[in-house]
Every structure is written in structure tokens, then in C-alpha cells.
């Protein structure tokens, strides 16, 4: 979908005449799945693209594993409403998701609470950064994680290195921003010190996405 030559991403990139074109003409050309990853979260506008949600949804429903560990829950309108929504489809399961941000953390449960009461009983929000907060989900192993944390390479290699001894066949990891220096460290660490050998999935690139992966343990 393009206005004058530019592809977007998501509705809420949109001006406010794109938004009238888009009800009163392209809406209709969209598909019913379609729309809702591009319009996403009404009233609370996610960050990642069209392509990027439907790669977090999809391999949820592929896989189908018991959690997922979210880091960055930000304003929980992007990665973390596709997420629960997967797992309110398939009617079980939950994404645990963390944010370091006091207020932001605090508007986003109570947004859920207020407009997304059918997903309650799959997402769990989570305030801090300390790791350790997932251990409660990690005595039987990892079936999902999610690395979308700060811009910060070394912080992310450290974040993966956490999750990694709790990894077995079949683990799904997920990472976003993977083209960007956030995940740098990372790219170069997998095939030089890695403990697993990762299977990679899905690899969306540039127009579509600022870089998203998953990755399967083998």
C-alpha cells in the first residue's frame, strides 16, 4: 500500500487525509486479515510494520509453545498485542512481557484492563529489568523468546546469553531490529560462540521491516 511513492508500514503512520482515503477507498481493498495487522491496536499506536506483526502472530500459531518471554513491552500496542493475540487464538498460553519504565508500564495495564479485557488472560506485564523476573517460567525449559529491548548491542548479546541455557530443540527466538546496531553484537556472537545451533526461520528485510528473524533451535 503507498500514498504518493511511500510505502507504509502501519495505520498510524498515516496523515490525517491518508486516514480518510484509507476508510473511504483502500480499506475495502485490504483483506480482513490484512486490516488487522495493519490497523493493529485501536487507540494505541504499535511500532512495528505490517510484515513484522504478522511474523510474530504467525510463529506463534506455528509453534504453539506454553510462553513467551517479551522483552520491552513499551506501550504494549505493537509486539505485545500481536503476541496475546496469537495466544487468546489459539486459547491458551500466555506472553510474559517486561518494561523498565514506571509510567509507561502502569498506562499500558491499565489500557488492557480498560480496552482489552479478552486478553488479559494471556499477557502478563512485568515492571523492571532484571531478567531473573522470568525465572518463574524457566523451570521447565523456554519454548519462546522475544529480544526487542534498548538500543544497547552488548545489553542484547547479555539478554540472549541469559535466555540460552534454558534452550532445547525446538526453542523459538525471535529478534527485532535485527539490520540495526542494537543487534549487531548478536549477529556476530550466534555463529562464533553460540551454545545452540539455531535454525534460521523467517528473515524479513528492508522495505517491510527494519530487520525481523526467527529462529529455531535445532
Request: hydrophobic share 35%.
Amino acid at each position: 500500500m503507498a500514498y504518493k511513492d511511500k510505502l507504509l508500514h502501519h495505520y498510524y503512520e498515516l496523515n490525517y487525509r491518508q486516514r480518510l482515503r484509507y476508510y473511504l477507498i483502500d480499506r475495502f481493498r485490504f483483506s480482513k486479515v490484512d486490516r488487522f495487522f495493519f490497523e493493529g491496536c485501536k487507540g494505541n499506536p504499535g511500532q512495528m510494520f505490517l510484515a513484522e506483526r504478522r511474523g510474530l502472530y504467525e510463529t506463534i500459531l506455528k509453534h504453539t509453545p506454553r510462553h513467551c518471554l517479551e522483552i520491552g513491552t513499551y506501550t504494549g500496542g505493537g509486539s505485545t498485542f500481536f503476541l496475546a493475540s496469537a495466544f487468546a487464538s489459539l486459547k491458551r498460553g500466555k506472553v510474559i512481557t517486561t518494561e523498565v519504565d514506571a509510567g509507561i508500564h502502569k498506562g499500558c495495564k491499565q489500557f488492557y484492563q480498560s480496552r482489552l479485557q479478552r486478553l488479559l488472560p494471556h499477557v502478563e506485564f512485568v515492571l523492571g529489568s532484571n531478567l531473573k523476573l522470568f525465572s518463574p517460567y524457566l523451570a521447565d525449559g523456554l519454548d519462546c523468546f522475544f529480544l526487542d529491548g534498548a538500543e544497547d548491542a552488548s545489553q542484547t548479546v547479555e539478554q540472549y546469553k541469559f535466555f540460552e541455557p534454558y534452550c532445547s530443540t525446538g526453542t523459538v527466538m525471535m529478534a527485532h531490529d535485527w539490520n540495526t546496531d542494537k543487534m549487531k553484537a548478536l549477529r556476530d556472537f550466534l555463529p562464533e560462540a553460540a551454545k545452540v545451533n539455531w535454525r534460521e526461520e523467517r528473515h524479513l528485510e528492508p522495505p517491510d521491516s527494519v530487520g525481523f528473524v526467527v529462529m529455531v533451535a535445532e
